[in-house]
């Protein structure tokens, strides 16, 4: 169950999804990214009828990070630890540690915004134009998704809340994802890169 003052920072970061208590599920049901909030006065009203509903955030703007290691054979973890043994540490960025035990990184998405991309490595899943991210104060099975704080160097702020850019994580993680090299590049890496 997320409150509202959970909901009111992250619409810092996009459009809020009510979510039912205890879920990921939107409450709106079909057309949800046309239902989200916009607006303080929208949340404050939707929790004042719901307050125990759950929080996600629209990626309108924005591209995450989505980390899951539900999946053993999957582990987003063991991805990201992978990058880190190649000295290929991610951005600093907004941080979100999900129920599970994975984690959100939160980037502003370059102009034009990028496709929803699942296991672009192991357990590593991109979320953005029309898809949701639970918010951080949410509560499922049992488990919350808690904040970290975010490392404030070299980072572009929206709101109170920091987050860097996708691009350099996009193009640096574009190297990542084989050993040898891939040419042509991918309609996305040009569309990253601007060519």
Avoid at 88 to 94: I, Q
Avoid at 147 to 172: D, K, Q
Wanted: glycine share 10%; charged share 25%; with cysteine.
């Amino acid at each position: 169950m997320s409150s509202v003052d959970d909901a009111l920072r992250d619409l810092e970061l996009g459009p809020i999804v009510p979510l039912f208590p205890d879920t990921k599920k939107p409450a709106a049901g079909m057309g949800w990214p046309d239902k989200a909030l916009r607006h303080k006065h929208q949340v404050i009203a939707w929790w004042t009828a719901h307050p125990g509903a759950n929080h996600g955030i629209l990626c309108e703007g924005l591209a995450v990070l989505d980390v899951d290691v539900k999946d053993a054979r999957m582990n987003g973890m063991e991805s990201l630890d992978t990058l880190k043994k190649q000295k290929r540490d991610l951005p600093a960025t907004r941080v979100v540690e999900t129920a599970s035990g994975g984690a959100h990184y939160y980037y502003r998405a370059p102009r034009g915004g990028v496709a929803t991309k699942v296991n672009f490595l192991p357990g590593l899943e991109r979320r953005a134009l029309n898809a949701q991210t639970v918010g951080a104060g949410s509560v499922v099975d049992g488990s919350t998704y808690r904040s970290f704080r975010p490392s404030r160097s070299r980072t572009r702020r929206r709101g109170s809340s920091t987050i860097r850019c996708w691009t350099s994580f996009a193009e640096h993680g574009a190297k990542l994802t084989t050993k040898r090299k891939v040419w042509p590049p991918s309609i996305e890496q040009r569309a990253i890169r601007g060519g």
